[in-house]
């Protein structure tokens, strides 16, 4: 099925591992974002990317980094896990920047230990 | 500076009967608005928005919102409830100041409907 589809699901680290965080579409959307959602707050915004090539900083872009060499890929990398990135991640696509996020993927628990 | 309130954690609703999740915001010029829904462990879902035009906008699964500019409420509405309408509901709205289309989030509801 056509979607956001984000891989691993569940991911428990210890403080100071690395890990990628993958988000694929197949929609052609040129706009990709990341999002963490944690208990009593809304979602907020991690990184995004307007096209391949391009990406910038949301409202919390500090542990991690983005890349986007495709326009179906988007991956988000956690350079040195600490606990208070203990989250969901989502990722989300849009066919512009023009838009509102239109489609979600099912989201990454990850748990640092 | 712009914000979003979902002033409510949790609504409970019998099945059947008419639901509202509130949401009100504060945005400088003409908002755009907008409500998901998450369900159980999975992504969120886009329901409906307001732009410009009828302050009645209609979307998904039967929802509908109503816009109050007098009131900044932009609240959620179904004439009856279903089981199945039982997930986290959030608003948002688009943050004008940034250069992208960027939305400011609420905290959610959460929507339990009882049969």
């Known amino acids: 099925n056509a979607g956001v589809t984000q891989t691993p699901k569940f991911q428990v680290l210890k403080t100071g591992q690395s890990m990628t965080l993958q988000c694929a579409q197949d929609?052609?959307?040129?706009?990709m974002s990341w999002y963490r959602q944690d208990p009593g707050m809304g979602l907020r915004l991690i990184h995004y990317?307007?096209?391949?090539?391009?990406?910038d900083q949301g409202e919390v872009p500090n542990g991690y980094n983005v890349s986007r060499s495709t326009t179906e890929d988007f991956p988000l990398r956690l350079l040195s896990a600490a606990p208070s990135q203990t989250s969901v991640y989502f990722c989300a696509s849009s066919y512009s920047s023009g838009t509102q996020p239109q489609h979600f993927g099912d989201g990454t628990r990850l748990s640092i230990l | 500076a712009q914000s979003v309130a979902q002033p409510e954690d949790q609504v409970n609703v019998a099945e059947g009967n008419p639901l509202t999740v509130k949401c009100t915001y504060s945005?400088?010029?003409?908002?755009?608005l907008f409500w998901y829904v998450q369900y159980p462990n999975r992504g969120l879902q886009f329901l409906l928005k307001y732009i410009t035009g009828d302050n009645l906008v209609k979307g998904s699964y039967g929802f509908e919102a109503e816009f109050n500019k007098s009131q900044t409420s932009f609240h959620l509405k179904k004439p009856s409830a279903l089981v199945s309408d039982s997930a986290l509901y959030f608003c948002?709205?688009?943050?004008?100041?940034?250069?992208?289309?960027?939305?400011?989030w609420g905290a959610g509801t959460k929507l339990i409907i009882k049969p």
């Open positions: 948002a709205v688009r943050d004008i100041t940034g250069s992208n289309y960027q939305l400011i």
């Open positions: 945005v400088s010029g003409n908002p755009y």
């Open positions: 929609m052609n959307h040129e706009y």
């Open positions: 990317s307007v096209g391949a090539g391009i990406t």
